[in-house]
């Protein structure tokens, strides 16, 4: 819940350009009063998955450099969302649509903006290593794992999913869904992928773990998981009258799976996020500029 103590790297000088061109509408001044966000206080509310993790730090970082005084506040999914929807919050880029979030889309979606995705191609589902090489399909699932599905946080879209597909699929019968968490999944993944032991667990991307290891979605007969999902950011109400600049950041906001596991990766392999971030911007000038297009100071 505390604010972000934002540590520079040292911005290359196209980076410096574009933010500053992006920031002030005369150029010959740099104080904070004629920055875009002239110091206003901006909250922007995250689950801890690894996804969310890495770009609420990029987008939050980038809003702190137009001069937002940005605070990132982590939530558990449900309170996420109603944090954004009752105002406490400003904004969240974390919400997966139409299926992983279609329970609190439905019941907040009402109460908030929705700016669209800001990444394409999201997916979940079970997710096998590939050298499980007879197992292809959730109907192939027999007596692998020890019948056990590795899940993360209870109540978490994929979870409910996992617990659907064990009553839509005759050959789960007997199987179960251990929860527990992100953390505590990759753990496991890690331990089972190094010893070629069997393991199914439940997955989503982006996600680093498919940068690291070779892994394969179940194909998905039923439907159960849904097709690709989007990611969304979603804004309270009245935001883009109060805040019109930050607003429009965040509506131009998009970036690919690609782009995400990037970062995602280097924090697994203990990058600070926030330097994470950092050095994503600074490789990445013309991205940020195109989230930043059209925005000055008055």
């Given amino acids: 819940m505390s604010k972000l103590n934002w540590k520079r790297l040292g911005l290359t000088t196209t980076l410096a350009t574009s933010l500053l061109l992006a920031a002030c509408s005369s150029g010959n001044n740099s104080s904070q009063e ?75 979606g009402d109460q908030m903006v929705d700016l669209g995705p800001n990444l394409e191609g999201a997916a979940i589902g079970l997710v096998v290593p590939t050298y499980m090489e007879d197992v292809n399909s959730i109907e192939d699932l027999t007596d692998e794992a020890g ?26 019968e007997g199987w179960n869904v251990q ?10 993944l890690g331990q089972a992928y190094e010893n070629e032991e069997e393991i199914v667990i ?45 607003y429009q950041i965040l509506d131009q906001f998009e970036w690919s799976l690609e782009d995400s596991e990037s970062i995602m990766l280097d924090i697994q392999e203990g990058t600070d996020p926030e330097d994470a971030a950092s050095t994503w911007i600074e490789a990445n000038p013309d991205k940020v500029a195109e989230w930043t297009e059209g925005v000055t100071a008055e």
């Fill in 147 to 172: 019948q056990t599905i590795t899940g993360i946080e209870p109540g978490a879209g994929v979870v409910a999913a996992s617990e659907r597909a064990l009553e839509e699929y005759p050959n789960l």
């Fill in 202 to 246: 439940t997955g989503w991307s982006p996600h680093w773990k498919f940068q690291t290891y070779d892994l394969k979605y179940l194909e998905d007969p039923n439907g159960t998981f849904g097709e690709a999902e989007t990611i969304n950011t979603m804004v309270r109400e009245g935001l883009e009258e109060e805040m019109p600049e930050a």
């Fill in 179 to 188: 929860t527990s968490s992100s953390g505590a999944m990759t753990t496991a």
């Fill in 34 to 108: 004629d920055t875009v966000g002239k110091g206003e206080k901006i909250e922007l509310t995250y689950v801890a998955w690894d996804t969310e993790i890495a770009s609420t730090n990029v987008i939050g970082q980038v809003l702190e450099d137009l001069g937002y005084d940005v605070k990132l506040t982590q939530l558990d999914n449900a309170i996420m969302w109603e944090a954004v929807a009752t105002g406490e919050a400003d904004g969240m880029v974390a919400a997966w649509l139409p299926g992983t979030h279609g329970a609190q889309f439905e019941k907040y």
